[in-house]
Antibody, heavy 127, light 107 residues
Framework: QPQVQESGPGLVKPSETLSLTCSVSGVSFTSGNYYWDWIRQSPGKGLEWIGSVHYSGTTYYNPSLESRVIISIDTSKNQFSLKLSSVAAADTAVYYC???????????????????WGQGTLVTVSS | DIQMTQSPSSLSSSVGDRVTVTCRASQRIGIYLNWYQQSPGKAPKLLIYSASNLQSGVPSRFSGSGSGTDFTLTISSLQPEDFATYYCQQSYSTPFTFGQGTRLDNK
C-alpha cells in the first residue's frame, strides 16, 4: 500500500523559512502517473492547495503562495520537500503531503485526485 | 480561482438515513470534482474522484454524480463511522480549490 509521511519542525519563528519533507513508500516514486503535492489546513482558511511536483521536476504552485514557495523532489531518497519563506502567523496550519494521481501518464496535474494523504503535521509560527 | 460552495454547511442525521451533500462550482469544471471524508484529528480520505468514480476500498453506499457546475455526494444508508466532515475539491484548473466542508453529525 502506498504511504506518505510528513516530517519537520513543529515551530517556526516569524520571517523564517518553514521546511517540511514527505517520505514516500510502497509506490513507484518515478511513475509518470503521479504528482506529489502539499496541502495545508487552518481553521481560518480551510483546506488550501499549496503546490505539486512531478518526478521530472515540473512544478505547479498556488499563485497566492508562489512568491514564497519551493517544492522540490529527491528521487534517490523517495522524498519531496516544501520550503515556505517569510512565514507569518497566518501560515500556522496542519500541513499534509499527498499523492496526486493523473488520468493520463505524463500529463499535467489537472484532472487529478489526492490519495493517499499523510497524517499531517502541525506547524505553528510563533516567536 | 474557482470557488467551491457546499451545502448545507452542517447536517444532523441518523444511522440508516439517506444523506445528500451538494457542491457548486463558480464556473464549469466538467467532471473534475473529487470528494473527501475527514474524521476529527485525521487526514482527509478520498471517497469519489472525477465526479462519480468510487475510490478502491470505499463502501458502495457512497456515490457521486454531476457535471458542469453542480455535483452531489450521496450516502445511501448512513453508518456510525460516516459521521465526519465532507469536502469537495475541483481539479479542473490550478489553483485547486476545496469547498468549505459539510459537517455531518448524529441527530
Amino acid at each position: 500500500q502506498p504511504q506518505v509521511q510528513e516530517s519537520g519542525p513543529g515551530l517556526v519563528k516569524p520571517s523564517e523559512t518553514l521546511s517540511l519533507t514527505c517520505s514516500v513508500s510502497g509506490v513507484s516514486f518515478t511513475s509518470g502517473n503521479y504528482y506529489w503535492d502539499w496541502i495545508r489546513q487552518s481553521p481560518g482558511k480551510g483546506l488550501e492547495w499549496i503546490g505539486s511536483v512531478h518526478y521530472s521536476g515540473t512544478t505547479y504552485y498556488n499563485p497566492s503562495l508562489e512568491s514564497r514557495v519551493i517544492i522540490s523532489i529527491d528521487t534517490s531518497k523517495n522524498q519531496f520537500s516544501l520550503k515556505l519563506s517569510s512565514v507569518a502567523a497566518a501560515d500556522t496550519a496542519v500541513y499534509y503531503c499527498a499523492r496526486a494521481t493523473i488520468p493520463a501518464a505524463g500529463g499535467p496535474v489537472m484532472y487529478s485526485w489526492f490519495a493517499p494523504w499523510g497524517q499531517g503535521t502541525l506547524v505553528t509560527v510563533s516567536s | 480561482d474557482i470557488q467551491m460552495t457546499q451545502s448545507p454547511s452542517s447536517l444532523s442525521s441518523s444511522v440508516g438515513d439517506r444523506v445528500t451533500v451538494t457542491c457548486r462550482a463558480s464556473q464549469r469544471i466538467g467532471i473534475y470534482l473529487n470528494w473527501y471524508q475527514q474524521s476529527p484529528g485525521k487526514a482527509p480520505k478520498l471517497l469519489i474522484y472525477s465526479a462519480s468514480n468510487l475510490q478502491s476500498g470505499v463502501p458502495s453506499r457512497f456515490s457521486g454524480s454531476g457535471s458542469g457546475t453542480d455535483f452531489t455526494l450521496t450516502i445511501s444508508s448512513l453508518q456510525p463511522e460516516d459521521f465526519a466532515t465532507y469536502y469537495c475539491q475541483q481539479s479542473y484548473s490550478t489553483p485547486f480549490t476545496f469547498g468549505q466542508g459539510t459537517r455531518l453529525d448524529n441527530k
